[in-house]
């Protein structure tokens, strides 16, 4: 004996697919590069001699390793919903910090290089340290009076 179980018909909607943040820190940050990167081809370089350009890209791939990191931070966090300017600063701040750290090995402006990464990495320190869901497991701190 077959058992015939009716199909439930569910009305068709077309419904965008909704984009996460975490979608939009991966997006935001291959434009940054991409745009890092169509920088140190497009611009001449500042004129600086060779062993201070050799630390100047050093201290930049440094820079780079910390934006990397703060990607990392990002990515991690964003697994869990993250309300208000900490949401926007943990989607904003990496892909800052990556595009400014490329910007900033091309030589083409340190300046302005070093004001995108500082600020993303800044935006996302200062939101995971205000941040009390960053650790979610982490006990409540005691006051102490």
């Not at 077309?14 to 979608?23: K, L, Y």
């Not at 990191?69 to 600063?89: D, E, H, N, Q, V």
């Amino acid at each position: 004996m077959a058992m015939h179980v009716p199909a439930i018909a569910a009305p068709a909607t077309a419904s965008r697919p909704r984009v996460g943040p975490r979608t939009l820190l991966l997006v935001a940050t291959f434009l940054a590069s991409a745009g890092g990167l169509a920088i140190d081809a497009g611009t001449a370089t500042v004129a600086v001699e060779a062993d201070l350009a050799r630390i100047l890209r050093f201290m930049a791939a440094l820079k780079l390793a910390l934006a990397a990191c703060a990607l990392a931070a990002s990515w991690w966090r964003l697994a869990r919903p993250a309300a208000g300017w900490r949401g926007t600063a943990y989607v904003v701040g990496p892909p800052l910090s990556v595009g400014g750290a490329l910007v900033m090995l091309s030589l083409a402006h340190p300046g302005l290089a070093a004001l995108g990464v500082h600020a993303g990495l800044l935006a996302v320190l200062a939101a995971s340290l205000t941040d009390k869901d960053f650790f979610p497991d982490r006990p409540p701190a005691r006051v102490r009076g």
